[in-house]
């Protein structure tokens, strides 16, 4: 099994930056790494993922605006946001692959940007 440990979300005002943070601890090699986010009300909606040895792919929304790095010595992926904007507010969630098809959620951590 898969535990990610999430870090660094909290409140900021519009255009201000956040960077997050997702560790993961796993006997298994691990393929894909990335975010998702859920807003009150809607569904989860991809933000950010990488593939080992890939590119990264990018919500339309946040392109220009986030960047998705990976440590694969840590087994860590951040995701650094700038310019967010009150649309950006959700509970954003971890998301680790593996590579026979089965994927693995952190709990999430809350990032709110309000005025």
């Known amino acids: 099994q898969v535990q990610l440990v999430e870090s660094g979300g909290g409140l900021v005002q519009p255009g201000g930056s956040l960077r997050l943070s997702c560790a993961a601890s796993?006997?298994?090699?691990?393929?894909?790494m990335g975010w998702y986010r859920q807003a009150p009300g809607k569904q989860r909606e991809l933000v950010a993922t990488i593939p080992s040895g890939g590119s990264t792919n990018y919500a339309d929304s946040v392109k220009g605006r986030f960047t998705l790095s990976r440590d694969n010595s840590r087994n860590t992926v951040y995701l650094q946001m700038n310019n967010l904007k009150p649309e950006d507010t959700a509970v954003y969630y971890c998301?680790?692959?593996?590579?026979?098809?089965?994927?693995?959620w952190g709990q999430g951590t809350q990032v709110t940007v309000s005025s």
């Open positions: 998301y680790v692959g593996n590579y026979i098809g089965g994927g693995y």
């Open positions: 796993t006997m298994f090699r691990i393929n894909t």
